[in-house]
């Protein structure tokens, strides 16, 4: 079976992404594989500390292996992860990818604890890739009413920025600001910088990754795609049909789960 590298790399070059999907229990985990499975695509698991806490690191992990030891293209994400040490837990845990989440610092704050993490995950074997993020786009996967403070186009990933940040940390996946917003805005979503996906995307090396992409137009993220994002991260969609699924089956009068 392919690594999660080469399903990307793949993705990117023939212009589509994988789909990353946040879970946080068994349930929300057969949701995305067995629609992975009906259509015949790889998908990537997203689990944040969070999610991570409820459903369990080994827990997760396990489910993932079933999934492959039954000839599924299935992945594992440690989404959203604030400190170096839970970025070594997962990579020991082995996870497919890890995310340092360093947005909300300085520049070089984030380099160094990215550097920390790419090197750790290379003294591991380097089975495991590492994600960054530069830019602010919030960090709440909820319904919101306005746009988060310290979101706007001057926080945007400027293209000479990612390419120093990749070139200083090593990162094998990178997450741009580009308009995107973590959770869904009540009042409609910021259209997404395309040409700033594509300005970057020219300057770095790594496959690209669209963070926040729930409440964005289908139009939108498929501009992005094509201009170089290559796997797209859906969380608060889900989160509201999975609530939406609960209410409506608490109304039916059925018992069984």
């Known amino acids: 079976m392919k ?7 793949e993705a990117r070059d023939k212009k ?5 999907f946040n879970i946080s229990d068994s349930e929300g985990f057969k949701a995305v594989v067995s ?17 991570r806490e409820f459903i369990g690191v080994e827990e997760v992990v396990a489910l993932v292996k079933i999934a492959r030891d039954n000839g599924l293209p299935v992945f594992l994400n440690a989404d959203h992860t604030y400190s170096v040490e839970k970025v070594k837990e997962a990579i020991d845990a082995g996870f497919d990818s890890v995310i340092i989440d360093f947005a909300n610092k300085s520049f070089e704050e984030n380099v160094a604890a990215t550097r920390e993490c790419v090197e750790y995950a290379k003294s591991k ?12 786009i919030g960090q709440s996967s909820k319904i919101l009413e306005n746009i988060p403070d310290g979101v706007s186009e001057e926080t945007q990933t400027k293209p000479e920025d990612a390419k120093r940040f990749i070139e200083e940390t090593g990162v094998d996946l990178f997450a741009p600001s580009v308009g995107n917003i973590h959770g869904i805005v009540k009042g409609g979503e910021p259209d997404l910088n ?14 690209l990754v669209l963070h926040g992409a729930s409440g964005n137009s289908d ?4 501009a992005a795609i094509e201009a ?8 608060t969609e889900l989160r509201v049909a999975y609530k939406e699924g609960v209410e409506e089956g608490l109304k039916s009068g059925e018992i069984a789960p």
Request: net charge negative; aromatic share 2%; charged share 15%.
């Open 194 to 207: 395309i040409s700033r996906i594509q300005a970057i995307s020219q300057a770095v090396s790594v496959p």
């Open 35 to 51: 629609a992975a499975e009906v259509l015949g695509v790889p998908v990537v698991i997203g689990v944040s500390e969070g999610e």
């Open 219 to 222: 139009a939108d993220i498929r």
């Open 228 to 235: 170089g994002i290559a796997m797209v991260h859906i969380n």
């Open 3 to 9: 690594t999660l590298q080469e399903v990307v790399l």
């Open 125 to 136: 074997g380097g089975h495991t890739l590492v994600e960054a993020e530069l830019g602010f």
């Open 16 to 20: 589509v992404a994988v789909g990353h």
